[in-house]
């Protein structure tokens, strides 16, 4: 056991004060509005910390994406002393202090549901907090620093920078596990994990982006209880899904999700078709768009989850449509057909919202028209809105093997020539097949009736 982790049965143990001249967080390190709200909120007479992922990150070197407050005060004596606050949230208020594009979360400390009566799962107002698997159904009590440490999971994310003398507060033993690098969860694993599937995923997606190893303790129940994600609702797994991929690590968390046979119950079509066939076009145009991604967040560039699932569900799709190592079918409703059934399937497990959905479905389905590249059908290809995510999609099918290098070629050529030079490009193409326009059969004119 480790010894922080040592939770009493009668009261809580003190926290480990590790003082200012014993870590390397400097204020100049943090948001001058996350002080601004930590120095009044102590001026105030409330406690005031800097909390979780961003006290871990300033003891990793990083620079932390947000900056998350703990305090004592109630969510409405937060508001009283911010005129610039917002309370959002219905089963737990939380503060939203906002300083121009800026926004300072402040949370109250909570109490862990372990807190009201285990025997029978309810709470003081006789509200179950708990369902037969023992996950959490209602997390809404307020509590002191001491309860709020045991709500969290993991040891180096439950670490408390104390605005007071500038010290850090480690009740689990989150500063040695951030400086060993180890991802572990703070109490007993299958308990934690049986509480909210959902952490099994936030273990793989901390491990992946921080380059932390999952202690042993922290890993073994992760197998045998990866069946309860199935009946995590597929909203809440869309999030999780963008935060696993759209971080910046989603290479290194696709294949955390793999060896954790996480995968098998998030995407089952896309597991199966990797499973099947690891070195295939396809699977090797999922890494590379992953790898892709990763290099844009790293950049600061936009990324979005409309080409994300459609790198993610590529191998499933040709899979479906019969062929798993490429080409594509040369019937596009072939493709059609196994673009929707991958999708209807997905779906069950992960809400797509439509307005990444259908265009996803467009981008996959505009793939068979780089192939004819003569006539002015190639001309209006350019022209289509998704054509430049559709461009970036072939792009990847032909880095992976899947399709001819030089047709992706032509299309970049394509796109750098003056219209005039397009135009001749393309007109002076032989016909290729498919490129011949479809002959409309004459309508049937309707007869008059007779007149009377």
């Known amino acids: 056991m480790h010894p922080y982790q040592e939770e009493p049965l009668a009261g809580h143990p003190p926290p480990v004060i590790v003082p200012r001249a ?15 709200v930590l120095y009044r909120l102590k001026d105030a007479g409330y406690q005031a910390f800097l909390v979780g992922g961003a006290v871990r990150d300033l003891l990793l070197g990083l620079h932390p994406k947000d900056f998350d407050v703990a ?95 500038y010290s850090i507060w480690d009740y689990v033993g989150g500063v040695p596990d951030a400086a060993a690098r180890v991802l572990r969860l703070i109490g007993d694993p299958e308990t934690r994990y049986r509480e909210d599937p959902v952490r099994m995923l936030r273990a793989a997606r901390f491990a992946a ?49 793999v060896k954790l046979e996480l995968l ?41 989850p409309t080409f994300l699932f459609a790198v993610l569900l590529w191998p499933a799709i040709l899979r479906a ?4 190592l490429g080409p594509l079918p040369d019937d596009p409703q072939l493709l059609g057909t196994a673009c929707d059934e991958v999708l209807g399937r997905q779906l069950r497990r992960i809400t797509i919202p ?20 003569s006539g002015r059908r190639a001309l209006r290809l350019l ?4 054509f430049r995510a559709a461009y970036d999609l072939l792009l990847l099918r032909a880095a992976s093997g899947e399709v001819d290098p030089e047709i992706a070629a032509w299309w970049t050529r394509l796109q750098e020539l003056p219209e005039a ?31 009377e």
Request: proline letters at 7%.
């Open 22 to 36: 014993d870590h390397s967080i400097s204020r100049a390190n943090i948001s001058p509005n996350a002080l601004k």
């Open 71 to 165: 305090t004592n005060a109630h969510p409405e004596e937060v508001r009283k002393i911010f005129r610039n606050c917002r309370l959002i949230g219905r089963r737990f208020h939380l503060a939203h202090v906002r300083f121009g594009m800026e926004i300072i979360e402040v949370a109250t400390f909570r109490a862990a549901h372990t807190e009201v009566d285990e025997d029978n799962a309810v709470d003081e107002a006789g509200h179950r907090v708990l369902d037969v698997h023992g996950r959490i159904l209602r997390d809404n009590l307020y509590g002191s620093i001491e309860e709020d440490v045991w709500r969290r999971d993991f040891t180096a994310n439950a670490l408390y920078y104390n605005i007071a003398d």
């Open 209 to 257: 982006k921080l380059g932390f190893s999952l202690h042993p303790d922290t890993e073994a129940p992760v197998r045998r209880l990866a069946y309860m994600l199935d009946s995590v609702p597929p909203a809440r797994l869309f999030d999780e899904t963008a935060k696993l991929m759209l971080a910046g690590s989603g290479l290194a968390s696709f294949d955390l999700l």
């Open 264 to 304: 098998d119950h998030l995407m089952p079509d896309v597991a199966r078709a990797v499973a099947e066939a690891p070195d295939s076009p396809g699977a090797r145009l999922l890494r590379l768009g992953l790898e892709n991604t990763d290099g844009r967040v790293r950049a600061d560039k936009s990324v979005t």
């Open 321 to 324: 449509a019969g062929a798993p």
């Open 354 to 373: 439509k307005r990444f959905g259908l265009p996803m479905r467009d981008l996959i389905m505009l793939q068979p028209r780089f192939e004819r590249r």
């Open 383 to 386: 022209e289509h809105p998704k």
């Open 421 to 451: 030079e397009r135009i001749a490009e393309v007109e002076g193409r032989p016909a290729e097949a498919g490129d011949a326009p479809r002959r409309r059969r004459p309508r049937r004119r309707r007869k008059r009736p007779a007149a």
